[in-house]
């Protein structure tokens, strides 16, 4: 954890086969998750390689997170519940 209140920032190793060595930043206050290059737009719509976008719902549901937002070094800022409908 770094910081306090508004500004404190929480980071995650992503501990997953694809994303090993790839970290996440999650802000609390703003319900909002950094999810470095695992989460990338599809040319053809969509997202690239779902197994990712389970990835990233995977480490939400290991650190308790209550994402809201996500953004990525791809990635504009999405609704989480956009990855979330991608995996159904």
Same mark, same amino acid.
């Given at each position: $954890? /770094?910081?306090?209140?508004?500004?404190? $920032?929480?980071?995650?190793?992503?501990?997953?086969?694809?994303?090993?060595?790839? $970290?996440?930043?999650? =802000?609390?206050?703003?319900? /909002?998750?950094?999810?470095?290059? /695992?989460?990338?737009?599809?040319?053809? %719509? %969509?997202? =690239?390689?779902?197994?990712? /976008?389970?990835?990233?719902?995977? $480490?939400?549901?290991?650190?308790?997170?209550?994402?809201?937002?996500? =953004? %990525?070094?791809?990635?504009?800022?999405?609704?989480?519940?956009?990855?979330?409908?991608?995996?159904?």
């Amino acid at each position: $954890m /770094l910081g306090t209140g508004d500004n404190q $920032m929480e980071i995650y190793p992503m501990y997953t086969e694809s994303g090993e060595r790839m $970290m996440v930043v999650y =802000f609390p206050a703003k319900k /909002l998750l950094y999810t470095s290059d /695992l989460v990338q737009p599809s040319s053809k %719509g %969509g997202f =690239f390689m779902k197994q990712y /976008l389970s990835e990233i719902k995977d $480490m939400v549901i290991r650190e308790g997170s209550s994402v809201e937002n996500i =953004f %990525g070094m791809h990635l504009p800022l999405i609704s989480y519940s956009k990855l979330l409908k991608e995996l159904e």
